[in-house]
């Protein structure tokens, strides 16, 4: 299994830009999540998905949307893109919330923007 | 709200020496999950705990669950130098929310 699969893995966007981060597992997991790191930090939580068509805020959600058509994929969106984007963004999944079972993280897409 | 306290933020030790990292709640959690994260990589989940006081170990590496399931710390015996890295709690609230520390970052000296 891929597991959770991030494209890109590194972006430079230009201020005012606008890009889509891509997001897909194969695990039939039904929660999703996006989080940010930034340098020496924890992970902030953007949004979240609970299963196709539902989606949530998290922590840090202004300047981000994001969909759920699919159990695969969970697509972040980022609409003039600012300094202040400029992170590590991590997509994750987990099957259930109730289980033993932790968050499967992608490998990430590092995203500067000037 | 609530927070999710880890400390040390930094730790330096010399390759077989022990280290200890400790996560505090304001609130009481349902559980709480460890997570590595190696520098330039994704965080990779090592354990859930569940029960008031519980204590797992995964060879060198201990974990423990406080009685009133407001903290928890992680313990590696003898670190060596694949040790190193960002070791993370998150921890489960009442309201089903999840709440990462900001982690502590693991230096190994040869």
């Known amino acids: 299994n891929a597991g959770v699969t991030q494209t890109p893995k590194f972006r430079i966007l230009k201020i005012g830009q606008s890009m889509t981060l891509q997001c897909t597992q194969d695990m039939n997991h039904n929660y999703m999540y996006w989080y940010r790191q930034d340098p020496g930090m924890g992970l902030k939580l953007i949004y979240y998905s609970v299963g196709a068509g539902i989606t949530d805020k998290g922590e840090v959600p202004n300047g981000y949307n994001v969909s759920r ?3 695969e994929d ?4 980022l609409e003039l893109a600012a300094p202040s984007q400029t992170s590590v ?8 919330t109730g289980g033993g079972d932790g968050y499967t993280f992608g490998s990430g897409t590092r995203l500067t923007v000037v | 709200g609530q927070q999710v306290m880890q400390i040390p933020q930094y730790q330096h030790v010399q390759e077989g020496e022990d280290f200890t990292t400790y996560c505090n709640s304001s609130t009481t959690l349902s559980n709480i999950q460890w997570y590595k994260q ?3 990589g994704h965080p990779v989940f090592l354990i859930q705990l569940v029960k008031s006081g519980e204590v797992k170990k995964q060879k060198r590496l201990t974990f423990q669950f406080g009685e009133a399931k407001k903290n928890s ?11 190193v890295g960002t070791y993370f709690c998150a921890g489960r609230n009442r309201d089903d929310k999840i709440i990462f520390g900001k982690g502590t970052r693991l230096h190994i000296l040869p």
């Open chain 1, 69 to 71: 058509s699919t159990t």
């Open chain 1, 74 to 77: 969970f697509p972040l969106r």
């Open chain 1, 89 to 96: 963004y991590f997509c994750a999944s987990r099957l259930t």
């Open chain 2, 38 to 40: 190696r520098p330039g």
């Open chain 2, 73 to 83: 710390s992680l313990h590696i015996t003898a670190t060596q130098t694949t040790d």
